[in-house]
């Protein structure tokens, strides 16, 4: 399976391709809407104010309601266009940004908005992963879901997947939505931004996707969710606590009615042990801020600079759903590439059931 996106956040359009799909797969434009909505900005006073309808346009690779196996073209048009930001940016670098190290690398300045850099991008990752979400549910009824682990300083005290979807947050704790709220306010009055972790975990996945020493699955999921706007660290199972662990501790041990634990987030020499494939990441502080920076100009003499455009507090809370699909991507993916060497997705030994345990 391959996915490319195409399109800036301030032109006409984005869209993208994922080519590799098996034919058949039932998909109408109107299976995109809960995802896409999930991303979208405005749906709170938490996020971007930018009021996007994004109604997604199936242009090529579906017939009468099903995939035929050629390329999908999506499509979205955007239509609030519009920023406060260009001529604050349009020779200025905003720290943290991209805008340097693409002005380095292209050596070419396009201020419309972040343009291939801005958080936007991630509308058509979403739409590419409900085509993956489905087909992993069709065929294997894998689940990919995901909750906002931290939001700065603030972790959740309980855990209830029911509540996630219940708060603006993507928070499993619903008695801490409150406090996540005025938490926020504060911030955005600031003018500050924030960091936050979110997790996604995968259910149902059979033992045996992964390629064990190169495109294996951890390797293949860390680089898909690390390609995701401003994240900045991905873990897999326990992640960077392993360093405090000991081998008793961290290692899985199996009895025949389960393993006993799951540390390993699912994932044994790149290879999935048919437990529930689990990834977090670290999304940074949006940069774009109201809060004056020091930078530099094109011409490289030091200048302040402030973004004053509808910009999110803490791009983590949008995150939820753009980490899912990139998820989901990569398992289809692999599993597509395990059907074509070792034949249909099957189980060799009798499955140890995949519970976790906590
Ligand atoms: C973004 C900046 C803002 C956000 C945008 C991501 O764009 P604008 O300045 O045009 O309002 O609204 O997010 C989206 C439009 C979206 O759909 O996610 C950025 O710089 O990353």
Redesign the pocket.
């Known amino acids: 399976l391959t996915v490319t996106t195409f399109g800036e ?2 032109g006409p359009a984005i869209g993208c391709v994922v080519d590799g799909c098996p034919p058949g797969l039932a998909i109408a434009p109107e299976d995109f809407r809960a995802d896409l909505d999930r ?3 405005g749906k709170s006073r938490h ?4 009021r ?1 309808a ?1 109604e997604v346009e199936i242009l090529s690779g579906v017939f009468e309601g099903r995939t035929t196996g050629t390329p999908i073209a999506l499509l979205i048009r ?1 239509t ?6 260009y001529a604050e940016i349009a020779e200025r670098f905003r720290p943290g ?1 991209a805008d340097y190290t693409y002005w380095q690398k292209y050596g070419l300045r396009d201020p419309r ?2 343009g291939r ?4 991008e ?2 058509m990752r979403v739409a590419a992963g409900v085509i993956a979400k489905r087909w992993l549910a069709e065929k294997s009824g894998i689940t990919v879901r995901g909750y906002l682990a931290a939001l700065g300083p603030h972790q959740p005290r309980t855990f209830d997947w029911a509540a996630v979807e219940e708060n603006p947050f993507f928070w499993p704790d619903a008695a801490m939505v409150a406090e996540l709220e005025s938490f926020m306010d504060k911030l955005r009055k600031s003018g500050d931004s924030i960091g936050a972790r979110v997790t996604v975990v995968a259910d149902n996945v059979p033992p045996g996707w992964g390629e064990p020493i190169y495109g294996k699955l951890d390797g293949e999921l860390a680089a898909a969710l690390m390609s995701i ?2 994240v900045k660290g991905v873990e897999i199972g326990d992640g960077f606590a392993a360093v405090e662990q000991r081998g008793s501790e961290h290692r899985d041990e199996m009895t025949p009615e389960g393993f006993l634990s799951n540390h390993a987030g699912g994932i044994l020499g790149g290879i999935s042990t048919g437990q529930a494939v689990i990834a977090s990441i670290v999304l940074k502080p ?1 940069s ?1 801020i109201l809060i004056p920076g020091r930078s530099v100009n094109v011409r490289g003499e030091p200048v302040e600079v402030v973004t004053k ?4 507090p803490c ?1 983590g809370i ?1 995150a939820t759903p753009i980490a899912e699909a990139m998820m989901a991507l990569v398992l289809m993916d692999q599993a597509l590439r395990h059907r074509a060497q070792c034949g249909d997705v099957g189980e060799i030994l009798p499955k140890i059931p995949g519970k976790t345990v906590k």
């Open positions: 956040s301030h991303r979208a900005t996020t971007s104010q930018r996007e994004d955007n609030d266009q519009r920023s406060k930001d940004h908005g972040g850099s801005s958080a936007r991630t509308t706007n401003a949006t774009s455009g509808r910009h999110d791009v949008r």
